[in-house]
């Protein structure tokens, strides 16, 4: 597994490429990377799923971690092209559409920053 990172503006986005797995992680994990783009002030963070390929219950836990963080100071988090059994699991889990904002591709994600966020029902 690999994490690329881009800053594009004032958002960051994350590649992930590779199953997000506890096998597959090394260090530096999703949540360190997040949590020194959030140090650093930056407050909107975009998780692109497009090239990543099984995430496991690690992987999910990263990204409650990294959107909790993310949302405790005041930050935007999307995730953008998830793989079919990461939307499912997020969907079982009442994750999306309640709690995480998905979208199907990093552009329609990107496109969404510049909108108000929608409030979340529960």
Do not use: C
């Not at 690999?2 to 997000?20: K, L, N, P, Q, S």
Request: glycine share 8%; proline share 7%.
């Amino acid at each position: 597994m690999e994490i690329r990172t881009r800053i594009a503006g004032d958002m960051v986005v994350f590649g992930i490429e590779g199953d997000f797995t506890r096998v597959t992680a090394t260090p530096p994990t999703l949540y360190d990377l997040v949590k020194a783009q959030l140090e650093d002030g930056r407050r909107k963070i975009l998780v692109n799923f497009e090239k990543a390929g099984f995430v496991d219950s690690f992987g999910v836990r990263q990204i409650i971690q990294t959107f909790t963080s993310t949302k405790d100071l005041g930050g935007s988090f999307k995730i953008a092209a998830p793989p079919r059994q990461l939307r499912l699991t997020l969907e079982i889990t009442k994750l999306v559409p309640d709690v995480l904002d998905v979208y199907p591709s990093e552009e329609s994600a990107v496109a969404s920053f510049a909108q108000p966020p929608e409030p979340k029902s529960g």
